[in-house]
């Protein structure tokens, strides 16, 4: 039986929107030595923080990004590596399928990482947005993960752009994770978080040209070992973070520790959706 007991929602502003971009991989402790101005004027407007991937959690993008999504750890999604088989999305939605369902906003997800959007390796994660945008790599290479980055990014300039009400997005920018597993985190790393710096750059260009209140969040799952790789319990790996700015977020009012669940439920509060007891979430808005 489908219960409609979605809170109905204290609507703040109808004009309030919410962008999430999502870069797998991306160490926090190369950050200050990377020109990534973007990411530098999300954490000015709002904070940088770091997230503690925790030790239930194997930091993986599976995994990481359901949490992330969902709103919920491990224990409730039930993904537990990059096949998402077994998993309880149908109890604990990600929010872009959430808000669609239940809330009445529309939202979108794009990127080109299969499980978060296809019926593939049990996925998706992303299960019913309004709108949904999937690029397959022409090849599972750094240079194809690079020409994927571009044209998600062009996918969802393209959904920004539309005539029509879009309250929440989830944009995955993969490109990063992929040249850590082939080539490290060296110089080809580096240059591979500052391409995708100026594609968040794009994204928040978009998402400003529409008119609507932003809360945009800019999220990784997981980080990697210098030599490249994840999964293991390491500072390099699992320490992610989390940078936002929008409305009532500024460094002194955010909680001094965040975790990933905590996009996913900031995201509904962002919109003045009030997450209902039932949704169980395990994250909580980023402030006090
Ligand atoms: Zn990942």
Redesign the pocket.
């Known amino acids: 039986m489908t219960t409609l007991a979605t809170a109905p929602s204290p609507r703040a502003a109808d004009t309030d929107r919410v962008l999430v971009v999502g870069i797998?991989?991306v160490r926090l402790d190369l950050l200050p030595s990377l020109g990534t101005p973007h990411l530098d004027g999300v954490a000015r407007a709002g904070f940088l923080a770091p997230v503690e991937v925790d030790a239930a959690t194997p930091t993986?993008?599976g995994p990481?990004?359901t949490t992330i999504a969902t709103g919920v750890g491990v224990a409730k999604h039930g993904v537990w590596g990059n096949r998402l088989d077994g998993n309880r999305l149908d109890v604990f939605p990600d929010f872009t399928t959430r808000l669609a369902a239940d809330c009445g906003r529309r939202t979108f997800a794009v990127g080109g990482w299969e499980p978060l959007f296809l019926a593939r390796q049990g996925g998706p994660l992303f299960t019913a947005p309004t709108r949904l945008g999937y690029v397959a790599p022409g090849a599972d290479t750094p240079e194809g993960w690079e020409e994927v980055d571009d044209l998600v990014t062009a996918e969802a300039e393209h959904l920004l752009g539309l005539d029509e009400e879009l309250h929440a997005g989830f944009v995955y920018l993969?490109a990063v994770?992929e040249t850590a597993h082939f080539l490290g985190c060296g110089p080809e790393y580096r240059r591979a978080v500052e391409a995708a710096d100026r594609r968040l750059g794009r994204l928040l260009a978009a998402a400003r040209a529409r008119p609507g209140r932003w809360t945009v969040v800019v999220v990784?799952?997981?980080g990697h070992r210098d030599e490249g790789g994840?999964g293991g319990r390491s500072p390099e790996e699992r320490t992610a973070w989390i940078a936002a700015c929008g409305p009532g977020l500024s460094p002194g009012t955010v909680r001094p520790v965040l975790h990933h669940a905590d996009v996913a439920a900031h995201v509904y509060t962002a919109l003045g959706v009030v997450p209902d007891p039932h949704w169980t979430l395990d994250g909580a808005a980023f402030t006090v």
């Open positions: 797998d991989g993986m993008s990481c990004w993969g994770d990784t799952d997981h994840h």
